[in-house]
């Protein structure tokens, strides 16, 4: 073959090369959490971590406890589940869905009124049926702080009062913080936690109440029987637990596992 030959043969495949699309580089796996949205942001900060390091990309599916176990159970996938209290893993183990699991933490309810209680209200919870006091309670049957709201009036044998007597009945703990701020309402009963949330914090104020009261509720991460990430969903629940991972909640208002805050007050 002539060396001009040669040289057009080489040119058009050098060309051809150049032309071709460059390979699409392949997608990062999905890691897949179902978050309670109280937890919201202590997951979501774990969560970059555990991207860098295990090369995956973590998905917050935040709602409501119940609403959250509904949704992984019917879509049948997903890798981690955190409800808002382990009462959700006592209900929901027997249905086979919901594997190893590891304590984050604690969640504990409390009363939460205007930036600096202008109102100078107690930790009295019959305030909630006081006709005098514009309160808002969430529904016991959909978010997690609902259910603890049920649990904290039936003691005190005020539930039927108290939710008679609210002026309104919230979804979740975020619908509850926006109902204060918004100037809806005087009190709410929420976790406490999302007092110290950065977008909370400078418009509500925190009473607290008597743990006999309000019993400091155990967060449990779940592992999700069908997880298509089970490596990386296990070492995101190996950082949640870890000095690290507890810092982390205890920067957003939670109590670590062995029950210490960093705030003590609003």
């Not at 150049?18 to 959490?33: N, S, W, Y």
């Not at 703990?173 to 909370?200: C, H, M, P, Y």
């Not at 449990?220 to 298509?228: D, E, G, I, M, P």
Request: proline content about 5%.
């Amino acid at each position: 073959m002539a060396l001009g030959a040669v040289l057009g043969v080489l040119g058009l495949i050098l060309t051809a090369g150049c032309d071709q699309a460059p390979t699409p580089k392949a997608e990062a796996p999905e890691l897949l959490v179902y978050c309670g949205i109280t937890m919201v942001h202590p997951m979501t900060e774990i969560g970059k971590i555990v991207e860098k390091e295990q090369g995956v990309r973590v998905v917050m599916s935040q709602g409501g406890s119940v609403d959250l176990y509904q949704a992984l159970k019917t879509a049948g996938k997903g890798d981690l589940y955190l409800p808002g209290s382990e009462s959700f893993r006592k209900k929901y183990l027997g249905e086979g869905l919901l594997g190893d699991a590891v304590e984050v933490g604690y969640n504990q309810a409390a009363l939460v009124t205007a930036k600096g209680n202008p109102k100078g209200l107690t930790d009295d919870i019959r305030q909630l049926i006081d006709p005098s006091i514009a309160a808002a309670l969430c529904n016991p049957d959909s978010g997690s702080i609902g259910n603890e709201t049920k649990a904290i009036l039936d003691r005190a044998g005020l539930t039927k009062a108290a939710y008679e007597n609210s002026a309104l009945v919230a979804t979740d703990s975020r619908d509850l913080n926006r109902a204060l701020k918004n100037g809806d309402v005087e009190l709410i009963l929420n976790w406490r936690a999302t007092a110290f949330f950065q977008e909370n914090r400078d418009s509500v104020s925190v009473i607290d109440l008597d743990p006999a009261v309000a019993v400091p509720k155990k967060l449990v991460l779940n592992l999700l029987t069908f997880s298509a990430q089970p490596q990386a969903a296990r070492r995101f629940m190996e950082i949640a637990a870890s000095p690290e991972g507890q810092a982390i909640f205890r920067k957003y208002g939670f109590q670590d596992k062995d029950g210490k805050t960093d705030h003590l007050g609003p």
